[in-house]
């Protein structure tokens, strides 16, 4: 057994000097992450949830434009994670970046919240005459929104490209104990993610609706704040993972070194079967097994156009890529089609904080003397999530150990794939249920009304609930896959990928009411999601019948990848 003393190779602690076994890392410095996760995550989802009702009401945008703005907003700040997986990985620690993420995303929230509170930064109020259209925001208060918006994205895309990481790196993966403890943070990770997304949606979103959007601003500000001292006071437990150079330039290198060597032919196509690595990383041919015999590590079969890579030494001493290289741009190529699988299922994810709001804004919100507020609906998926993930930590998972006999009981790829299940449910009943909303407003005459519909909005609860599900196993999912299974240079780029998904499911919704509105609109007809258009006139039902049909072809192409993955990380293979 190792000493108390023993060092942790390859990482650091806050001063700079080499983490220590039983001083730092483990379950007590994770909390510390899990912890300032409630705080970031309400932050963030405070405003995000309702922020489709800021911009028609107070910034008197269209439904359609508040609905791509708001995709837009989301998809960049979940892109940006991968700039903050970057920086992580070749730069700066998860600890420094999530810092200096921090305190970007409070500077956002600030301008926001100066903004809110002087009517002199907001546009004039509608006037009463129909003749008169409320004024968009432009110009200079326009600037100011937008500011503020992409610099809490851009604050935001740090935290969750560096966050889940520098949590996830303080267990010890070379013990089954540590691994167990991995998994379960994974689970609690995505806990506390609902935590802080449970008080946003109902306490900071009722400020928004009855106080001011001042105060639901200031609570995001505050709560960021918060989150910067509760990380902080971890610093002496966390182990921080020292950056070994940029990760894209390694996957470039070999691209282009395997393209070249291809194209060249300057050496035989069977020379590579003779390299191996020896233990300084060099490449050495027939002539040197001998000292080659010393490291296990040799080229694979699969993607072998790469492996062409290790003969760049002859060319040049520049294009020399390692072995283990070519072998780590393997993982992140293979990886890639289980990231593109997802994203159908963002776009379907992305309908909690657009079109579903509306909806639920057009119908009886009242429970008793109670009125519910159209953005608190996710309060369904996120009690869900918080009854469900200790569930699934404490009792699906020991027992499907025991009947698996596997460390992992429920691999990474079986949660995905029962998240895309889920997510075609929820679009099936968010078009049954649209399909009744509508007809009771026909029935009543109030197609054309703002009045409320006398239907509840616990209908629409009923696709919230599918879709939290889905987003429970599939994030939890995403995040321990690319984590695990990535190389430990490239993990914290890695497991952005999963933040990436989200993005590029809001830019797809975007696109997708784009494209529907102008493929609909032809003949002169009337377009599904036209801006004009009142939510009841909307054809929602047929748009969601589109992303269901969209997300079964999509499911099928998630198995194909699937049914074909080899595990690389140990505990995937126990």
Known sequence: ??????????????????????????????????????????????????????????????????????????????????????????????????????????????????????????????????????????????????????????????????LPSHGAEQFDESDPKGRKQRSTFFNYFVFCLSCGALVAVTFVVWLEDNVGWEWGFGVSTISIFLSILVFLSGSRFYKNRIPRGSPLTTILKVLVVASLMGCSRKSSSNAIENFSMTPSNHLVGEDQLEGAKRDSQSLTNSLRCLNRAVEGKTVHRLLECTVQQVEDVKIVLKMLPIFGCTIMLNCCLAQLSTFSVRQAASMNRKIGNLVVPAASLPVFPVVFMLILAPVYDHLIIPFARRVTKSEM???????????????????????????????????????????????????????????????????????????????????SLATSLSWASLAMGFYLNSAMVVIVNKMTRSGGRTPWLGEKLGINRYRLDLFYWLLCILSVVNLLHYLFWAMRYKYISTDARR
């Not at 434009?65 to 892109?79: C, D, H, K, P």
């Open 409 to 491: 009981g429920v691999s990474h790829l079986q949660r995905i794939g029962v998240g895309l299940v889920l997510s075609i449910l929820a679009m099936a009943v968010a078009a049954l249920v649209d399909l009744k909303r509508k007809r009771v407003a026909s029935e009543a005459g109030l197609l054309d009304s703002k009045q409320a519909l006398p239907i509840s909005f616990l209908w629409i609860a009923l696709q919230y609930l599918f879709l939290g599900s889905a987003d429970l196993f599939t994030l939890a999912g995403l995040l321990e896959f690319f984590f695990t299974e990535a190389p430990s240079s490239m993990r």
């Open 1 to 162: 057994m190792q000493g108390e003393d023993s060092k942790w190779e390859g990482y650091a602690d806050w001063r700079n000097r080499a983490a220590v076994k039983g001083r730092h890392g483990g379950m007590l410095a994770a909390s510390f992450v899990l912890a300032v996760e409630v705080l970031e995550n309400l932050a963030f989802l405070a405003n995000a949830s309702n922020l489709v009702t800021y911009l028609t009401e107070f910034m008197h945008f269209s439904l359609s434009r508040a609905a791509s703005e708001v995709s837009a907003f989301m998809g960049t700040a979940f892109l940006l994670a991968l700039l903050g997986g970057f920086f992580s990985d070749a730069f700066l620690s998860t600890f420094i970046v999530f810092i200096i993420s921090a305190f970007i995303e409070f500077m956002g929230l600030i301008l926001l919240t100066i903004q809110a509170r002087r009517p002199s930064l907001m546009p004039p109020p509608c006037k009463s005459s129909p003749a008169s259209p409320c004024e968009p925001v432009h110009g200079s208060k326009a600037a100011l929104l937008f500011v503020g918006l992409y610099l809490a994205a851009l604050g935001i895309g740090g935290i969750k490209g560096s």
